[in-house]
């Protein structure tokens, strides 16, 4: 008895150091700071992400993973499907990737609308699909399920790829203002709610680029254009950092927004919504005013930055 004990301690550690690959399931994955469901949502993950799996709780269903910008946290493990390389080269060759572009659409059992829902899905899931059927594609989720997305929701992912080989003044705005109105949502990254690094790296995502997750790891990219409250040396797309003076003189950054032009900016605070660093502005916020730090420019030169693949 007891060697047969020992024997399948031994499998399941060898089944478990196969399966080192992930790929999320759900339309939005929340992702935690420790292995249980009580615990802070650091960042969220969105369906058809690949992840990297790290550890395994001992004694639960969780999984510490590593997302495509190294971002790391413990998220449920009924929420991924877990492959070996060899599964996780086969799903990749699967089918045509296809990204959603639509901000909410669903996975449908039969192709129509009227069908019964498998999966609702939001902006920037990602999905294989196998054959065209009239208005839908009929696709298959990383759990083998197959079911039906409207085609005018969805966008071939290597064609998207290449319309955004990198933001750009007008798509970053494009981008930020069909965000406007979203609730805030601590560690949200995603359209069903946003923190405001979220945001930030939700715009940067919309346009094909990998930025950093959290405020502070931003400001440490990208060309310093101001810190002086030069308004006219910013550009639509830079990233403006709040926060306050240590006592050392290092600056502790907290919150961040995207500059918009006009004297204005955009951010996440009780929903994404314009904010303005002019007295006179109906939009003037006086608290963030005070609070300024810097201004970065994130470019290709960036080290954290990169394209999503």
Known sequence: ????????????????????????????GNVRTEAREGAEMSTQVMLGTPVRLLEK??????????????????????TIIRMDSAEYKAYRKSGT???????????YLFPSNKS?????LVQHNRLMATHKKIGFWEIRMADGTTGYVSMKD???????????????????????????????LWGGTSIKGMDCSGFTKLVFQS????????????????????SLRKWENLKPGDLVF????????????????????????????DRTRRASMDPQSKDFDAYNLNRYL???RINSLAKEVQKID
């Open 1 to 28: 008895m007891r060697i047969n004990i020992i024997l399948f301690i031994l499998i399941a550690q060898v089944a478990w150091a196969q399966k080192t690959m992930g790929i999320i399931n759900i339309s939005v």
């Open 57 to 78: 709780a001992q004694t639960k269903n969780w999984y510490r993973i590593e997302m495509p910008d190294h971002y790391q946290g413990w998220i449920e493990g009924s």
């Open 97 to 107: 990737e296809l990204i959603v572009q639509a901000p909410a659409s669903k996975v």
């Open 116 to 120: 019964e829902v498998i999966s609702e």
């Open 154 to 184: 969805v966008e071939n992912f290597d064609v998207w790829k290449r319309a955004n080989p990198g933001p750009t003044e007008n798509r970053m705005m494009q981008s930020a203002h069909q965000l406007l109105g979203i609730p805030y």
């Open 207 to 226: 346009n094909g680029w990998i930025i950093p997750r959290d405020a502070s790891q931003q400001a440490r990219e990208g060309e310093l254009v101001d």
């Open 242 to 269: 709040f926060g306050e003076k240590r006592p050392d003189g290092t600056n502790k950054v907290v919150h961040v927004g995207i500059w918009e032009g006009g004297n204005a900016y955009l951010h996440a605070a």
């Open 294 to 296: 810097f201004t970065k």
